[in-house]
């Protein structure tokens, strides 16, 4: 599927990527409260904010460390951006009063993995996964995040950095026990101008 299917289609609250990403690249004017008030929505721009600039670079760089890029790379980033901006499931905290219910959504708690991943110098985060019981307060759970890591840089050193913000993310924010986070780098890319790889980075 190509990258322009990929951004028309809807998500829940009936916005599409196109539309998201036509409104970014308008630096969000005018104001669209139908869009600044909605939680998918955010989240999906907080993502295609993040994924906007490398992308173009990624698809204007002739790289001859690398093989061509075809759409199809920048098309998984749409296609789990997409997913995951979906509600999902509905994940319980806990409460002191037994009469009280309160949840936050699947999507909310994978659009915060996706930006602690993100946040890492030399990451773009792929895929999110949470695996395990969700519906059950304590339930253990384990992360899963699939990666494009910046050519030069160390596979190690950005894997273990991605668990170490993942973890301290979902702590801070969530009452999920986290039994494990698996990083799996799958993608090189170039880094964005003016980003260097660090001089202890080694080549994936």
Do not use: F
Request: proline share 5%; hydrophobic share 40%.
């Amino acid at each position: 599927m190509a990258v322009n299917d990929l951004t028309r289609t809807q998500l829940d609250c009936e916005k599409s990527l196109d539309e998201l990403s036509d409104y970014l690249s308008r630096d969000r004017t005018p104001y669209d409260e139908s869009i600044e008030t909605c939680p998918e929505c955010l989240n999906a721009l907080e993502a295609l904010e993040r994924l906007g600039p490398l992308s173009r670079d990624l698809l204007a760089e002739d790289a001859a460390a690398l093989p061509p890029l075809s759409d199809s790379w920048i098309g998984r980033i749409m296609t789990n951006i997409h997913r995951e901006m979906r509600s999902g499931r509905s994940v319980p905290i806990s409460h002191s009063d037994p009469h009280v219910t309160v949840t936050v959504t699947e999507g909310a708690i994978r659009a915060l993995i996706r930006a602690a991943g993100d946040a890492v110098t030399g990451i773009l985060v792929g895929r999110c996964e949470l695996l395990g019981d969700l519906d059950t307060v304590d339930a253990p759970i384990t992360v899963r995040v699939t990666a494009s890591i910046a050519w030069g840089e160390s596979v190690p050193g950005l894997a273990d950095e991605v668990r170490v913000q993942v973890y301290r993310a979902l702590a801070q924010h969530t009452q999920i026990r986290v039994v494990s986070v698996d990083v799996a780098i799958e993608d090189v890319h170039i880094a964005e101008r003016g980003d260097a790889p660090s001089s202890e980075g080694e080549r994936p």
